[in-house]
């Protein structure tokens, strides 16, 4: 039997679907109440799941995601633009994600964009894990998903 | 045949060396062998014994399954059921389940790698809405306790089967007297036997049921291979309870409606939770999926102090842990048998410091109305 990862995914637009349908090879997408399920064949015994959230319903995702996130290696959450406080739905999301989940998160966002860090009048920068995309396709995606997994993979043996 | 028919015969035959009615308790280990191999079919007593086949085969009957695997205990029996997945699977249960199957599900299972989603089975649009690829079996307690909340078990065997995963349900409350979830599409059926199929307190014990040839031969591998097995005495007591399983049941619920009746005209009781009484705001869906609404009725006396006096106040009610005896048991679920869940959990549904739950036994319908009435009277 196959080993599976199961990863859920915030992402701030429809258009992130085609990206990991390209990304994973396939053109299916089964569609769940709360998230629709990619199957990544990344090797003869590894398959990822990516589980896209449909609905930023805060209810929705405590509801179908609450045995899943424990379980993942990590989050991704994807923007065009990183986290900041700025009133976003990806953003307003992210605050509750780190309120009520304890899974590392990692940001996927085009690195056209990544200049925009937020300073904070006391200083202070609230930069997320992140890994760049060198741009919005497939591509970018299956190389930087394993660069996010490396990620977490580190910060957990340095912890 | 009739379920009183099936529950006195099922199983059953007069013993075949002597003529005794009441089938024999085979208190044996093991079993002599003519020669290598040959035998009766029977070779060791974890693999097969004749007074649990008896008692598999009756309950069976009762269920309107094919096959009956019991265990040790309810928990063995809920523990076989979840040995039957795969390291990554994940379930589905009901979110108010009994405090022992929440602990065994997160505690012990949870190390080997199953996810469970506790979820409230009440409404099946969240139990559609939790559902993963990696979905493989729907656990369901209907009514739960204390609360008495239903679940639509026709529409959930729906949702399970056209997902491709197994459903389950913890009958110990009705049981097959008064509801038989394999008849509305269910695959899988567990009881707590120690409750209303043995009904006299006096064994500990589990069973599940189901119709399915496949699912019978993993359950009776995992049963041999695991060996939580019941001892042949406990498995006699239990098939001489079931004989008399309708006489108590339609008893137990005779008295439960007539407390709940009282209870709910009784100014001193500020909620009563009984399925059977026209409020319960599932009474209609209790009168399609259950033949009756069983034994058990709960009710909010609105604070500690006065659940205390109510229960330090009952005669022939016993404070215990437990329920469907013949004996009426009264249970403080705050402190007692749901002290583990967290008090906001609790009071999310309704389980308040105030609450007690009632297990209505068999005496006499008078003297029980009347021990409840100065019971409150005393408050
Ligand atoms: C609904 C229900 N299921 C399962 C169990 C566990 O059964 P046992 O105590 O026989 O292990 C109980 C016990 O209280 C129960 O009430």
Redesign the interface.
């Given at each position: 039997?196959n080993d599976?990862l199961?990863i859920p995914v915030f992402a701030d637009s429809q258009s992130w679907e085609a990206w990991f349908r390209e990304c994973s090879g396939t053109d299916q997408a089964?569609s769940?109440?709360?998230f629709k399920?990619i199957t990544w064949p990344v090797g003869p015994d590894l398959d990822i799941?990516f589980?896209l959230v449909d609905h930023f319903n805060e209810h929705?995702v405590k509801?179908?995601l609450?045995?899943?996130i424990?379980?993942a290696p990590c989050i991704l959450f994807c923007g065009n633009h990183l986290y900041s406080r700025e009133a976003r739905p990806l953003n307003n999301m992210y605050r509750f994600y780190l309120s009520h989940f304890r899974t590392p998160v990692v940001w996927l966002t085009p690195e056209e964009f990544l200049e925009e860090k937020e300073i904070h009048a006391d200083g202070q920068t609230e930069e997320p894990d992140y890994v760049p995309l060198t741009e919005l396709s497939g591509r970018a995606l299956k190389k930087a998903i394993p660069q996010a997994l490396e990620l977490i993979k580190q910060k957990i043996q340095k912890d | 045949m009739g379920f009183q028919t099936d529950s006195i015969h099922a199983g059953q035959k007069p013993d075949p060396t002597t003529g005794a009615i009441m089938t024999p308790i085979f208190q044996t280990s093991t079993y002599v062998q003519e020669s290598i191999g040959v035998h009766k079919g029977y070779e060791y007593s974890r693999t097969q014994n004749p007074t649990r086949q008896a008692l598999e085969a009756n309950i069976a009957a009762l269920e309107n399954g094919k096959y009956g695997v019991s265990f040790a205990s309810g928990l063995a029996a809920i523990s076989a059921l979840i040995q039957m997945l795969?390291s990554?699977d994940?379930v589905i249960c009901s979110d108010n389940v009994y405090g022992g199957t929440y602990r065994v599900f997160e505690t012990v299972f949870k190390k080997f790698?199953v996810?469970?989603?506790f979820?409230d089975t009440s409404d099946p649009?969240?139990v559609?809405?939790?559902?993963?690829?990696?979905t493989k079996m729907l656990f369901i307690e209907t009514p739960t306790n204390p609360m008495l909340i239903l679940s639509d078990l026709a529409a959930l065997a729906e949702i399970a089967r056209a997902h491709g995963c197994l459903s389950v349900v913890d009958n110990t409350f009705m049981s097959p007297y008064f509801q038989r979830p394999l008849e509305l599409g269910i695959d899988l059926v567990v009881h707590s036997s120690t409750k209303y199929l043995n009904g006299h307190s006096d064994v500990v014990g589990g069973i599940i049921l189901t119709r399915d040839d496949e699912l019978a031969s993993r359950l009776y591998y995992i049963q041999n291979a695991v060996g939580a097995v019941p001892g042949p005495q406990d498995c006699f007591l239990i098939l001489r309870a079931t004989k008399t399983l309708a006489l108590r049941m339609r008893e137990h619920e005779k008295n439960a409606l007539a407390i709940a009746r009282y209870l709910e005209g009784h100014p001193r009781v500020e909620k009563v939770y009984y399925p059977g009484l026209p409020a319960h705001p599932q009474h209609a869906l209790a009168k399609r999926q259950m033949s009756g609404f069983g034994g058990i009725v709960s009710m909010d006396l609105g604070s500690l102090e006065k659940a205390r006096r109510f229960a330090e106040n009952v005669r022939i009610f016993a404070l215990a842990e437990s329920l469907g005896g013949v004996e009426s048991l009264v249970d403080h679920p705050a402190i007692m048998t749901h002290a583990s869940v967290p008090r906001e959990e609790r009071l999310r549904m309704g389980l308040t410091d105030g609450l007690i739950r009632l297990s209505v036994g068999v005496e006499d319908e008078e003297d029980l109305i009347r021990d409840v009435g100065q019971a409150l009277e005393a408050m």
């Amino acid at each position: 039997m196959n080993d599976i990862l199961e990863i859920p995914v915030f992402a701030d637009s429809q258009s992130w679907e085609a990206w990991f349908r390209e990304c994973s090879g396939t053109d299916q997408a089964q569609s769940y109440h709360a998230f629709k399920h990619i199957t990544w064949p990344v090797g003869p015994d590894l398959d990822i799941y990516f589980y896209l959230v449909d609905h930023f319903n805060e209810h929705t995702v405590k509801e179908a995601l609450s045995a899943i996130i424990p379980c993942a290696p990590c989050i991704l959450f994807c923007g065009n633009h990183l986290y900041s406080r700025e009133a976003r739905p990806l953003n307003n999301m992210y605050r509750f994600y780190l309120s009520h989940f304890r899974t590392p998160v990692v940001w996927l966002t085009p690195e056209e964009f990544l200049e925009e860090k937020e300073i904070h009048a006391d200083g202070q920068t609230e930069e997320p894990d992140y890994v760049p995309l060198t741009e919005l396709s497939g591509r970018a995606l299956k190389k930087a998903i394993p660069q996010a997994l490396e990620l977490i993979k580190q910060k957990i043996q340095k912890d | 045949m009739g379920f009183q028919t099936d529950s006195i015969h099922a199983g059953q035959k007069p013993d075949p060396t002597t003529g005794a009615i009441m089938t024999p308790i085979f208190q044996t280990s093991t079993y002599v062998q003519e020669s290598i191999g040959v035998h009766k079919g029977y070779e060791y007593s974890r693999t097969q014994n004749p007074t649990r086949q008896a008692l598999e085969a009756n309950i069976a009957a009762l269920e309107n399954g094919k096959y009956g695997v019991s265990f040790a205990s309810g928990l063995a029996a809920i523990s076989a059921l979840i040995q039957m997945l795969e390291s990554g699977d994940h379930v589905i249960c009901s979110d108010n389940v009994y405090g022992g199957t929440y602990r065994v599900f997160e505690t012990v299972f949870k190390k080997f790698n199953v996810a469970f989603s506790f979820v409230d089975t009440s409404d099946p649009e969240k139990v559609r809405t939790a559902l993963t690829p990696r979905t493989k079996m729907l656990f369901i307690e209907t009514p739960t306790n204390p609360m008495l909340i239903l679940s639509d078990l026709a529409a959930l065997a729906e949702i399970a089967r056209a997902h491709g995963c197994l459903s389950v349900v913890d009958n110990t409350f009705m049981s097959p007297y008064f509801q038989r979830p394999l008849e509305l599409g269910i695959d899988l059926v567990v009881h707590s036997s120690t409750k209303y199929l043995n009904g006299h307190s006096d064994v500990v014990g589990g069973i599940i049921l189901t119709r399915d040839d496949e699912l019978a031969s993993r359950l009776y591998y995992i049963q041999n291979a695991v060996g939580a097995v019941p001892g042949p005495q406990d498995c006699f007591l239990i098939l001489r309870a079931t004989k008399t399983l309708a006489l108590r049941m339609r008893e137990h619920e005779k008295n439960a409606l007539a407390i709940a009746r009282y209870l709910e005209g009784h100014p001193r009781v500020e909620k009563v939770y009984y399925p059977g009484l026209p409020a319960h705001p599932q009474h209609a869906l209790a009168k399609r999926q259950m033949s009756g609404f069983g034994g058990i009725v709960s009710m909010d006396l609105g604070s500690l102090e006065k659940a205390r006096r109510f229960a330090e106040n009952v005669r022939i009610f016993a404070l215990a842990e437990s329920l469907g005896g013949v004996e009426s048991l009264v249970d403080h679920p705050a402190i007692m048998t749901h002290a583990s869940v967290p008090r906001e959990e609790r009071l999310r549904m309704g389980l308040t410091d105030g609450l007690i739950r009632l297990s209505v036994g068999v005496e006499d319908e008078e003297d029980l109305i009347r021990d409840v009435g100065q019971a409150l009277e005393a408050m």
